[in-house]
């Protein structure tokens, strides 16, 4: 309805002819809806990756990028469910993001989609630091658009197959073209197959075997001179294992083999449907963005991550969502007037329905239930038994069941004013949020209690409601100031601008709260009341409250040609204040869940340089950030952590590259030669809030060939090829800790054809 609505709307307007502009190396952000300006007049720093680059670095998928952008950090561990971010010091394991995520101007409102193939990217933009003003909720650290191939500009046919370690075997095509006049159409596929890098010792079978197609149809056409229309249709299909967690002992520190006994996997089925209208007057343009999203996902996880059978979870997720923005601008106002702006409106609807049981096993019912309530009971009360209550069951299913609804809209507008040299920025948006959830935990048990008790009695339990708390409103303001000291891309600027995370519910911790309902509530069915059985959690606890910040930051940009040769760079130093900052929680004791909850108050503290030269075949890269973030204020009642590091975020990130193309103009095979070398280095990371376990610095390097023939070309491609021994991550459940090992040393040959 409202994409009809829109569409009458503007068919109804009179306007100018304006042709597509898409070209596959600009650094113009022409693509995007919200901006034209130059990426070298943007008062924020600003890493762009064209496909090419890609294609050599080997990046395929959004954690790849971790590599190429200062202070990004998202490591490759887990499953593609777990699309953990960070950036500047600020992220999440779980839930919201603070990196937005955007394909072809879309936004992507669940994270568990965000790891997908990168199938015909034309480029890779990351912004860094608060986009606010323009992006909203979930882009408090940055925002990540990918752009794609479009049809109108790009023609021909495109195909690779890759093979490479752990039995992973690539395949793609695509086909880009005009049909008529006035239609573009292109599409694509790919597929992929790895048999695994991590053996379960257990089973002696790989942990984490995936298997993944990926599908993208784009139609575009001018439905007038004046008006042009996009449809962008993307699908995703993965089935996989993961966490290959291995267990730690902090008394030796020893770290075990990876071994469970349970089912570990991820299925997923994702589906977005993009309708994008331009429409442009003699003096503005006008673009509408609609998206259809839809999420079908299933976790299967031994929680335990031992041989032990103590608990398993099945998270079964079906969500569908709706986006609609509209944005107004001038037409090409950048390029001549002193005032330009850009204003818009966006809503966003969208309903998740999880089924999420933990299934408890005898070990697990032994220790985490019968077990407190055993060693709780007095000694006048057991009769002499060593385990006075019994249950009849050897396993059984706490039953969770979550339906939320999440809505918002917000308003919006940035202007950009020229004065002289200076180039002004002030911008603002109203953020509008809310959400509702139902849910309903329950269980049934048989239990007996020996000493008064000969006969099995039947204990049912229903936890349920509606929680309707979660609803604010945000403000977010940018100002930012540029300096042009020559050439335009040669400036130094100032920004201040504030973002936030969005808030939410957990739901992992229903499960512990129905565990300690089920024990007290058997407990004073046998007139049993214990002063030190573990508290009851009230559901409205598990609400958390959006995540704010406000970052100051100052940079610049130069551009020069020294001896024959291109040299270009950016630095920037930033200061982030925030406030409520949401971070993953593992309850104490042998607790099946983890939360997400508001700590006081934190800062972050960093600096960020890139640097590229260019002379003939040679090209030189180097990209560096530096972060000390932490806690000023943060005390959980047991601890307080104040001035201790923020976990899970890396202090320094560094990325060198080096490369020689030789030409070969004499040849009629073969057109040039590329070859490269590269070191990414990350690190120190700190696991946990008490800043028990570090994880030192490490430096891996890698290295690429390429052949490029007429048509097609050949490319090898090496990672870790020293081996380096490292983690990628930390977490702990039932009281144990434990670690997963990085990728070891990873090798793939590829050929890629363009016709």
Known sequence: MILETIISVLLAVPFVEKGPADTLDSSIIETSAKSVIPVERMSSPVTEVYMLDMKERGVDSPKKLSAIVPNLHIPDYGSAMTSSIYLRGFGSRMENPVLGFYIDDVPILNKNAYDIDMLDIRRATVFRGPQGTLYGRNSMCGVLSLSTLSPSSYHGLRAGVEYGSANTFLARASYYGKTTKGLAIGGGVSFRHSDGFYTNAFSGEKCDPYDGLSLRFRIEKSLRPDLYFENIISAGALTQGGWPYRQYLPQTGELLETSYNDKCAYKRFSLTEAVKLRLEAENYTLNSISSLQVLLDRMDLDQDFTTRSMFTMSQIQREGALTQEIVLKPKDGWKKDWWNWQSGVFAFWKFN?????????????????????????????????????????????????FGTHTYGAALYHESYFNVGKWLFTAGLRLDFEGAVMDYCSDATVHYMFQPTMKDWRKYDILYKGRLNGVQYLELLPKVSALYDFGGGANNVFATISKGYRSGGYNTQIFSDILQNKMMNGLMGDLGVYLDNAPAEMDAESTAYRPEKSWNFEAGGHFDKRIGGGHLSGSASAFYILCRDQQITIFPPGMSTGRMMANVGRSRSIGAEATLSYGYKGLSLTAAYGYTDARFTSYDDGNNDYSGNRIPYSPEHTLNLRAGYLFALTNSSVVRNISVNADCNGIGRIWWDEANQFVEPFVAQVGADVSVAFHWFDLRFRMDNILNEDYNVFY????????FQRGKPLRWNIGINISL
């Open 353 to 401: 329905r999880m089924s999420a049981p933990v299934n408890f096993k005898q070990d697990g019912i032994d220790d985490l239930i019968l077990g407190n309530a055993n060693s709780n009971i007095p000694e006048d009360v057991a009769g002499g038994y060593d385990k006075p209550l019994l249950f009849k069951e050897s396993g059984f299913p706490i039953g969770s069941e």
């Open 731 to 738: 977490f702990k459940s039932v009281g144990n800790n434990f």
